[in-house]
């Protein structure tokens, strides 16, 4: 199992965690990973951090595809991975949701499976340099040929000779999206990954590498599932931590009748309470909303208790199916705690 470290995006100042990132290093964590919202971006952090780290993977979780074109995001992630000396850099793609796209992006949400499609494609087409890119997809044309162009546009290659093997993985969680990951892509970033998870999403994932073809496996693909981790004694109240997030998801981050997060609560048994959370939140109530979040839903996606009781609930996540796991969390017990429970350090004595 390979251990992550997730710093997501931040809040009204800056503060990103450099100090955690070092010792996540050293005590073998494989990657880092950052996100983006509608306040500070993915990449930039990422190039700092290239910058005081020597070897962990710097990856994006996610880069929204709206905010930038493909070719932006590749010239990004090959930036990124030669300033970091190459073979670090993990192109983490999705797609957001049509609030913050067309809200926040100004772009339509149009047809959101050919567009991460033609994007991967045109991505993987600039990473290769093998000549002029050139793309004629559902969603995206290079050169461009719509309303407003002069017509003059004309294929280009990389003046930059990239890592062609920068891996392209995508945060996805539905069906249809999931089999273009395994189709397409190096890697996957689960939306609601749980020990029993691998029973819903194996056959999306087989149909993706049969579709792939060359005998492409789950020996050719990582999986990356993201974690909450909470070392205290009292199990009720580390849930009850968790709770602003996820009702701000469940309940806000989206449209009424499209809210991805909201339809994942649900899908995961919980549909009543994922109406609820979403009434209480678009009503102003955000308190009821948050205690409406069922502590069930949360205790099988986290690890939270003592450190007993976390080592326990972790053995089947090692069985899962996931390759590696990204836990969200600056706390430097914490920190040591798991790279001892993953095994990235045989002992932390010397360190504690």
């Known amino acids: 199992m390979k251990l992550g470290l997730m710093l997501g995006y931040s809040g009204a100042h800056m503060d990103i965690p450099f100090e955690t990132v070092k010792l996540a290093e050293k005590l073998g964590f494989d990657s ?8 500070s971006d993915a990449t930039t952090p990422l190039a700092y951090i290239a910058a005081i780290t020597d070897r962990i993977r710097l990856g994006t979780a996610i880069m929204q595809c709206s905010g930038r074109t493909p070719t932006m995001a ?24 049509p609030q913050i796209v067309e809200g926040w992006y100004g772009r339509p949400w149009g047809s959101p499976y050919n567009w991460l499609k033609d994007y991967i494609e045109i991505m993987q087409k600039v990473f290769a340099r093998q000549g002029p ?44 999206m999931v089999r273009l990951t395994a189709e397409k892509c190096q890697g996957w970033l689960p939306l609601g990954w749980h020990p029993d998870a691998m029973k819903t999403f194996r056959p999306w994932l087989e149909e993706g590498f049969k579709r792939a073809g060359n005998g492409k496996g789950f020996d050719d693909f990582e999986i990356q599932a993201g974690i909450g981790v909470i070392i205290q004694d009292d199990v009720k109240d580390a849930l009850a931590r968790m709770k602003p997030g996820v009702a701000l998801y469940v309940g806000g ?8 997060h909201n339809d994942r609560m649900a899908n995961a048994g919980f549909p009543d309470e994922a109406k609820r959370i979403q009434e209480l939140y678009l009503a102003g109530h955000k308190k009821e909303a948050e205690e409406a979040v069922p502590d069930d839903y949360l205790d099988a996606q986290n690890l939270v208790g003592p450190v007993e009781r976390i080592k326990e609930r972790y053995a089947p ?19 040591l705690m798991m790279a001892e ?3 990235t350090r045989d002992t932390l004595s010397s360190m504690v």
């Open 341 to 343: 429970l993953v095994g």
């Open 133 to 176: 890119v050139s793309h004629d997809g559902k969603q995206i044309q290079l050169p461009y040929h719509g309303e407003g162009t002069m017509g003059i546009g004309k294929p280009l290659m990389s003046i930059l000779h990239p890592n062609p093997n920068i891996p392209i993985w995508t945060g996805s969680g539905t069906e249809i």
């Open 32 to 39: 880092v990973w950052t996100a983006e919202a509608y306040g």
């Open 253 to 260: 981050m989206g449209h009424k009748d499209k809210n991805f």
């Open 74 to 97: 590749a010239m990004q992630a090959a930036t990124i991975d030669a300033m970091a000396g190459g073979d670090r850099m993990i192109a983490g793609l999705g797609l957001s949701g």
């Open 317 to 335: 996540w090692e069985s899962s199916g996931c390759t590696g796991i990204s836990i969200s969390s600056k706390d430097e017990q914490t920190i």
